[in-house]
């Protein structure tokens, strides 16, 4: 699938607000969630990107998913990794659609998350 080929990767950011909630944000797609704890935030991400991701697939678009965040949030977020705050990997599962047999009806895309301090 073309999509895999082309994201290789998700990159994630996570921040804490000025009410103490965790904000996650999907830089590949500027998709933002907040929620009261980190895994919250995470769970709650990983939904809408699937939804996202899910979304192009099945709607046979020519056009292209959302652009990416800003350049500011690109550079907290290489910062971040800079100083070592990332978080331990993950992958998430995108449900492909059945347009031609394929040995494996879904696909996997990594996920490299960094928090801000």
Known sequence: MGLFQ?????HYLYSVNRRDRYVAHCLDFDIVTAADSLQEAERR?????????????????QGALNGSAPNEFWSRYTETLRHGKTLPSSTLRINVPDVVPMHEPYGELPVVSAIAA
């Open 6 to 10: 082309k994201l290789r990767v998700l």
């Open 45 to 61: 991400l990983d939904v809408l990107v699937r939804l996202h991701i899910e979304s192009f697939l099945n709607s046979n678009s």
